[in-house]
C-alpha cells in the first residue's frame, strides 16, 4: 500500500491517501477536510488551495480534487467563489459535552414519601388476570379506546368506590389517565378553556403538578394555609379561585382531616362561587387508628373531580389513575384525554379490572394494612426513643408522618447533617408556597425494613445531639 501525505501549505490540514486502501481516492480527501473543520482545524473563511494545486501536491488529476470539494460544497463544509476560490463555510461542530459530573451516592436509608412496597406486588395474581384478557377479551377492545377508557374498568371502579369510599359514581362519568398528574392536567386544561383564572391549593401542598400545569395554563395558583383541620375555609372564601386542589381525607403532607364542618363549607362554597373542586384521594386505602372517611365526591358530585390512581395501593409504574368528573364536563374532559394521548394503554386497563372486579384489589390491600402499620408503630416508637424532640402528626392513616421541631432547631440543618450520614429526610419548608410555620421533617416508611426504620432515626438523633452540642 502506498501512501502519500500533504499539509497543503493550509495549516490545520493534513491528508493521507492510502493507494489499493479500497476507499476512493476523492472520498479519502473528503474526509480529511471534513474532519479537519468538525475539529476545528479549519475555521469558518479558510481558503484551501486551488484545485490544480492540490493535486499536484498530492499527485492525484485534478478531477479527483475537483469531485472531492463539489461533495464538500453540497455538504455545506466549504462555499466557492467567483474566481475559483475555495473556503470553508461553517465553524466546528459543538464541543464535545463535558463528562457527567459523578453522581452522588445513594444514600443508605431513604425516608422517601408517598412510594408503595412494590416488591409486595402481586405478580402471580396480576398474571392470571393478563391470561384471562388475553384469552377471552374481545377483539375490539385492542382498537383505539375511548377516551372515557375500558367500559370494563369504569364499571369495576364505580362499584369499588361507590362501595369502599361512598362515593356517588356512574360509570359514564369516569375517564382513565395515566395517573394523578395527568389527569389534574387533564381538568385544568379544560377549566382554563372555559375561562377559569385562578387555581388554589393548600399551603404547604406537594402539588407541584397543579401547580406547574396551572401556570403553563395562564392561571394565577394561590395558596391557602391549613392547619390541624385541613384547609382554611375561610382563607379560601377570600381567595376568588375558580377551583381548589384539595386532599381532605389525609392532608398532605400534614395529615389532617377535613372536619365535618369544613367539607360542609367548602361545598357550600363551591355552590355559591361556582368553583370546582379536585379531591385528590391519594392514599385513601390505609387507615390506621381511625375508621376511613368517605369522598367529598358522595356529597356533591357535580362540584367535585375526583382523583384516585393505583400508584400508591400497586405500583407507581402502572401509570393507573381515574377521574370521575361532573356530568357537565366529562366530554370535556374524555376530548382532552384523547387530545393528550390518543387513551390510556387497553391491555392494563383490562387486567386492572380483571383484578378489581375478582376482588383481588381488596385482598391486596389486606395484605398490606398490617405491614404498612408495623412499619408506623416501629417508626413511632423508635422516634419516642431516640428523638422525643420530634413531635410526630398525621399518624392515624397513609404512608408518612410528619414530625414538627422545636423552636432550637433548624429544619434545613437536620437534613442537611441527616445526609452527611447516609440518611434522607425531607424537610417541610420546600412544600410551603407563602404560608409560615414552624418547622417539621416528613418521614415516608412504606418502603423501609424494620431494621433501616431504626438504623435511620438512630441516626438523625445523633444529628440532633450534636447539632444542639454545637
Known amino acids: 500500500m502506498v501512501e502519500t501525505r500533504s499539509n497543503s501549505r493550509v495549516p490545520g490540514l493534513l491528508i493521507v491517501l492510502r493507494r ?21 482545524r479549519l475555521r469558518i473563511g479558510t481558503a484551501l488551495p486551488p484545485t490544480r494545486t492540490l ?7 485534478r478531477g479527483v480534487v475537483v469531485e472531492a470539494y463539489r461533495q464538500l460544497v453540497a455538504e455545506g463544509y466549504l462555499t466557492s467563489r467567483p474566481g475559483g476560490y475555495t473556503e470553508v463555510a461553517i465553524d466546528r461542530g459543538p464541543a464535545a459535552p463535558a463528562p457527567p459530573p459523578e453522581p452522588a451516592p445513594p444514600p443508605m436509608i431513604d425516608f422517601g414519601y408517598g412510594r408503595s412496597d412494590v416488591s409486595h406486588f402481586p405478580r402471580a395474581v396480576w398474571m392470571r388476570s393478563i391470561r384471562r384478557i388475553l384469552t377471552h377479551a374481545p377483539n375490539e377492545r385492542f382498537l383505539y379506546p375511548s377516551g372515557r377508557g375500558m367500559p370494563e374498568l369504569r364499571e369495576a371502579l364505580a362499584d369499588y368506590l361507590n362501595r369502599v369510599r361512598g362515593a356517588a359514581v356512574d360509570p359514564d362519568n369516569v375517564v382513565i389517565v395515566n395517573g394523578f398528574a395527568q389527569g389534574v392536567g387533564l381538568v385544568i386544561e379544560v377549566l382554563a378553556r372555559s375561562g377559569a383564572r385562578r387555581l388554589a391549593v393548600e399551603d404547604p401542598s406537594a402539588d407541584d403538578d397543579a401547580r406547574l400545569m396551572a401556570a403553563a395554563a395562564g392561571l394565577e ?5 391549613v392547619d390541624r383541620d385541613g384547609i382554611r375555609i375561610d382563607l379560601l372564601e377570600r381567595t ?6 384539595l386532599t381532605p381525607s389525609h392532608q398532605w403532607p400534614t395529615g389532617g382531616v377535613l372536619s365535618a364542618e369544613s367539607r360542609s363549607a ?11 373542586i379536585v379531591e385528590d384521594d391519594y392514599d385513601s386505602e390505609y387507615r390506621y387508628d381511625r375508621a376511613p372517611i368517605g369522598a367529598i365526591q358522595g356529597l356533591a358530585p357535580d362540584s367535585v373531580v375526583y382523583a384516585g390512581t393505583a400508584s400508591k395501593t400497586l405500583a407507581p409504574g402502572l401509570r393507573l389513575g381515574w377521574l370521575v368528573v ?10 382532552a384525554k384523547i387530545t393528550a394521548d390518543r387513551g390510556s394503554p387497553a391491555l392494563d386497563q383490562l387486567v386492572f379490572a380483571d383484578f378489581l372486579s375478582r376482588g383481588e384489589f381488596d385482598r391486596h390491600l389486606r395484605r398490606m394494612r398490617p405491614l404498612y402499620r408495623r412499619r408506623r408503630d416501629l417508626l413511632l416508637t423508635t422516634l419516642r426513643e ?20 422545636p423552636p432550637d432547631l433548624d429544619e434545613a440543618a437536620i437534613v442537611s447533617a441527616a445526609a452527611a450520614r447516609g440518611v434522607a429526610v425531607h424537610g417541610l419548608t420546600p412544600y410551603r408556597l407563602t404560608s409560615t410555620g414552624p418547622g417539621g421533617l416528613i418521614f415516608g416508611y412504606s418502603s423501609l425494613s424494620e431494621r433501616a426504620i431504626v438504623d435511620g432515626v438512630t441516626l438523625i438523633a445523633e444529628a440532633l445531639t450534636d447539632l444542639r452540642a454545637g
Open 240 to 245: 376568588g379561585a375558580d377551583a381548589v386542589v
Open 55 to 61: 493535486a499536484g501536491d498530492l499527485g492525484v488529476s
Open 266 to 276: 367548602v361545598l357550600r362554597w363551591a355552590a355559591r362561587s361556582g368553583a370546582l
Open 326 to 335: 361532573p356530568r357537565g364536563l366529562v366530554d370535556a374532559v374524555a376530548a
Open 386 to 405: 431516640k428523638a422525643p424532640a420530634l413531635e410526630p402528626a398525621g399518624i392515624a392513616a397513609g404512608l408518612h408522618l410528619v414530625t414538627w421541631l
Open 20 to 40: 489499493g486502501g479500497g476507499v476512493a481516492l476523492h472520498r479519502q480527501i473528503e474526509t480529511a477536510i471534513r474532519d479537519a473543520v468538525q475539529a476545528g
Open 221 to 225: 395558583v394561590v395558596g391557602v394555609p
